[in-house]
């Protein structure tokens, strides 16, 4: 393997991150400056950046700010993919579920097929947590029929938990608990109640919460802290 997609590998930088390492003499294969970013390396050879030796992860995990435009997918004929986003070299990537193209949020990309499987099944009942703004007054007649389940076309919802945020001038903003992920779920479950979403974006998925600092467009690994929660949540052992 190349020794730039080694490092991107190993979640060091971007691929343009990484050329740029070596060329400022920060990478060294088994003691020696690397002068190229198209030297390959083999099982045994030890890779250091800054003198820290950098190990390949076989797995990897990216929380991504999906921006509304891109659509949930590793390919598409007609519209931008969100792994267009996605600088880093791996294998196999691809997103955690889909949020709709007009969506924003937090979106976890990784090439861990088991842990998705974990997180999407329906026996797991993993929350997933959106913020939206609503045309329309959201009122306590609203958070009850939510708890209840919403009778949509073909299906009835789980209870689902809506909390009012606030209030002004006809508009409704909201938070949103469901533990499906049905087509338009949250958009069709208000029109069902007479309201239409203006805005949706999801802030968390099980015990996985976006980062506020996050900007839009952009994506950074799990801190270890975010791994250990979503590796030993209840809901998706």
Request: net charge negative; glycine share 8%; aromatic share 8%.
């Amino acid at each position: 393997m190349r020794i730039d997609k080694y490092l991107a590998h190993a979640g060091v930088g971007s691929r343009k991150e990484v050329k740029k390492f070596i060329k400022d003499k920060r990478v060294t294969l088994n003691g020696t400056f690397v002068r190229s970013d198209k030297v390959h390396i083999t099982d045994g050879d030890v890779v250091c950046v800054d003198g820290e030796e950098v190990r390949y992860q076989e797995y990897v995990y990216y929380m991504l700010n999906k921006p509304a435009g891109y659509v949930s997918a590793t390919e598409d004929n007609f519209d931008p993919t969100v792994m267009e986003l996605i600088d880093d070299y791996h294998k196999d990537l691809f997103p955690v579920g889909r949020l709709d193209k007009d969506t924003e949020g937090l979106l976890l990309i990784t090439n861990d097929g088991q842990l998705a499987h974990r997180l999407l099944s329906p026996k797991h009942h993993v929350d997933k947590t959106y913020y939206a703004l609503i045309d329309g007054i959201v009122d306590q007649s609203d958070i009850e029929a939510f708890d209840d389940g919403i009778e949509l076309d073909e299906f009835k919802t789980k209870p689902a938990g809506l909390k009012i945020l606030a209030v002004k001038d006809g508009q409704s903003e909201i938070e949103v608990t469901i533990q499906e992920g049905k087509f338009h779920q949250v958009k069709r479950m208000f029109i069902a109640r007479g309201k239409k979403v203006q805005y949706l974006q999801r802030i968390a998925m099980g015990p996985l919460v976006l980062d506020s600092k996050l900007p839009l467009k952009g994506y950074r690994p799990l801190t270890d802290d975010e791994m250990n929660s979503l590796m030993n949540h209840d809901m998706i052992k």
